[in-house]
Every structure is written in structure tokens, then in C-alpha cells.
């Protein structure tokens, strides 16, 4: 995902889309967490990251989160690439 630093509606990424459990169980959004500038948080299973407004760093930022099946939880990785260049 990409999304200008001066954004202050976010990017929202779909984690979920695409997730399959080999038991059939539904896949959902557990948990974000990790260290990066700006704020990434949960909204049924998208994260929706926003870059800070007052610390810009340009560059990527890696929001880790957890997915679930209700049994077993995995840990992933999304990476938010903040830049400077319009869309």
C-alpha cells in the first residue's frame, strides 16, 4: 500500500482478502501492533494506517498484526510506504 504523507483520510488495506483456513474456519483481523510513525487501527478486518502529521517520515512502515481462526493465530506484515509524491 502507498499513501501521500499529508493524507489524513489513510489507506485502508483489506488483510483479510484472500486469507483461507484448511479447516474451513472464518479468517478474521485479530490484533495491530509493531513500532511505526502514525496510526494504524482496526476496522473489522482492514487496517486503516495514517501517517503523522507532525513527524513525517517518508519511507516504509511496517504494521504487524495477527490473524485468526479462532484456534490458531498467525503473525503478518503490511508495509505502508509513505511518500511525497501526489497521486
Excluded: E, M
Excluded at 478474521?28 to 513525517?56: C, D, E, K, M, Q
Aim: charged share 10%.
Amino acid at each position: 500500500a502507498s499513501i501521500h504523507w499529508r493524507s489524513t483520510t489513510g489507506v485502508t488495506v483489506n488483510v483479510v482478502d484472500g486469507a483461507s483456513d484448511v479447516d474451513g474456519n472464518t479468517v478474521t483481523l485479530h490484533s495491530t501492533f509493531g513500532t511505526y510513525v502514525g496510526t494504524a487501527t482496526r476496522s473489522g478486518n482492514n487496517i486503516v494506517f495514517v501517517p503523522s502529521p507532525s513527524n513525517v517520515i517518508i519511507g516504509n512502515q511496517v504494521v504487524q498484526y495477527r490473524l485468526s481462526d479462532g484456534i490458531q493465530t498467525i503473525q503478518k506484515k503490511l508495509t505502508v510506504t509513505v511518500t511525497n509524491t501526489l497521486p
